[in-house]
């Protein structure tokens, strides 16, 4: 059988009733029948069916033993961090989402714990960055914005060496193209939010681990702060994972044309997309992933804040919207968006340009997001010509 066909006959029929929808159990408590002695579940912040069976799902798509649903993926980030103490060292991709960024550098730094932003596209960088208090590797593969894709394999093979753990943010590629665990990963997150859920209408997180040991410690601090996932919103996330694999193929199939586009254009000065031949990477992407996601990233000759806030703002099927994964194409200039709480200093060194603009292919026809790319392009220039026009004029 297939993946994707066991993948669907692994959410279990409704025992009770024969749903063949996942029921949705909207309860705080469940009546024991003498104290501690009930059906599994006794309170809903410590287990929900509904979510149970959204973890089950997400720990056997990953490959993991333990799959834990919350109520969004900085969230799921947040419970992976407390298994850190102070003094630990952690080393973190240089273009790591910005709302990761914020959390270690202005939440968990002041609880002494320090990180170090390394480019690991080459893992040599991770290696040369440990030290004896380095408890956490954190990569994204493929990173956000500039499409970097990480070795996974390689930067395992230096976390169990080291003995310390390797967490991979999974958001971008989803469990349809790439699967950390096998290649050594100890700990699998995501923001659902994205391709998970898909439908752009919900806010979530998983996190997978790779034993059941490791899922239990984090478990423990799932029902201790409590940021857990709702029973409708866990719902969503199933049914949106139902269509996962189709999705995933045809976000590849449309960016993969969308990057050759770009990259023809005159007026763009770099593409980033890991399905390209001359990504620094591609053949690490290739080795480790069934596609090159649905993400692609672009510079503007014109490199500045004013060109690409204006291309952003022009667009017609592209919305302009953070975020990525959904049905719907988004647009976002990641200067003034997604990294804005990145320094910029930092945020350049890490190549994320002032023009820098990332698209969030939808599942549109291709054809009709070239046109509307093109056509954007096409009154960019009219505005720039008739600009440099007015200065000779002058
Ligand atoms: C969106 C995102 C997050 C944060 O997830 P939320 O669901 O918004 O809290 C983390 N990592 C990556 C790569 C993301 O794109």
Redesign the pocket.
């Known amino acids: 059988m297939q993946e994707t066909t066991a993948f669907i006959h692994s959410i279990p029929v409704d025992p009770l009733t024969g749903a063949i929808s996942v029921p949705i159990y909207q309860t705080s408590t469940f009546v024991q029948e003498a104290p501690g002695v009930h059906k599994g579940y006794d309170y809903a912040r410590s287990n929900n069916p509904t979510r149970s069976v959204l973890e089950n799902l997400i720990a056997g798509l990953e490959k993991g033993a333990r799959g834990l649903a919350f109520a969004?993926?900085?969230?799921a980030?947040d419970a992976i961090l407390k298994l850190l103490s102070s003094g630990d060292e952690i080393i973190a991709v240089d273009d790591i989402?910005g709302?990761?960024f914020r959390l270690f550098e202005q939440v968990y730094r002041k609880f002494g714990i320090q990180v170090h932003y390394v480019d690991a596209a080459c893992p040599e960088n991770v290696f040369q960055a440990l030290n004896k208090n380095t408890k956490l590797i954190w990569l994204?593969t493929p990173s956000?914005p500039t499409l970097k894709i990480a070795d996974i394999a390689a930067i395992a093979a230096i976390s169990r060496a080291s003995g310390c753990l390797l967490c991979v943010?999974n958001?971008?590629a989803s469990p349809a193209l790439q699967k950390p665990i096998p290649l050594g990963a100890d700990i699998v997150v995501h923001?659902?939010?994205?391709y998970l859920g898909g439908h752009s209408d919900l806010?979530?997180?998983l996190v997978v681990t790779a034993t059941e040991e490791l899922g239990e410690k984090i478990r423990f601090y799932q029902n201790a702060a409590g940021a857990i996932l709702g029973p409708f919103d866990s719902w969503l996330v199933i049914r949106g994972m139902e269509t996962l694999s189709l999705r995933m193929r045809q976000h590849c199939d449309s960016a993969q044309q969308i990057a050759a586009f770009l990259q023809g254009h005159p007026e763009v000065d770099r593409v980033f997309y890991p399905g390209l031949p001359d990504h620094p990477n591609h053949d690490v992407a290739k080795r480790q992933s069934r596609g090159f996601g649905g993400i692609v990233s672009f510079t503007l000759k014109e490199d500045s804040l004013q060109a690409a806030r204006r291309f952003v703002s022009s667009t017609g099927l592209f919305k302009l919207a953070e975020?990525?994964g959904g049905i719907k194409s988004l647009i976002s200039h990641s200067a003034e968006m997604t990294h804005k709480t990145i320094p910029p200093d930092i945020r350049r060194a890490a190549g994320v340009n002032d023009s820098l603009i990332r698209l969030s292919v939808g599942l549109e026809d291709a054809e009709d997001l070239i046109t509307d790319l093109r056509n954007t392009f096409d009154r960019i220039i009219v505005k720039t010509n008739k600009y440099s026009l007015r200065l000779k004029n002058c």
Not at 72 to 75: K, R, V, Y
Not at 191 to 194: G, N, P, V
């Open positions: 969004s993926g900085l969230a980030i989402y709302g990761a994204e956000n943010d958001t971008f923001s659902a939010t994205k806010i979530a997180g975020s990525l």
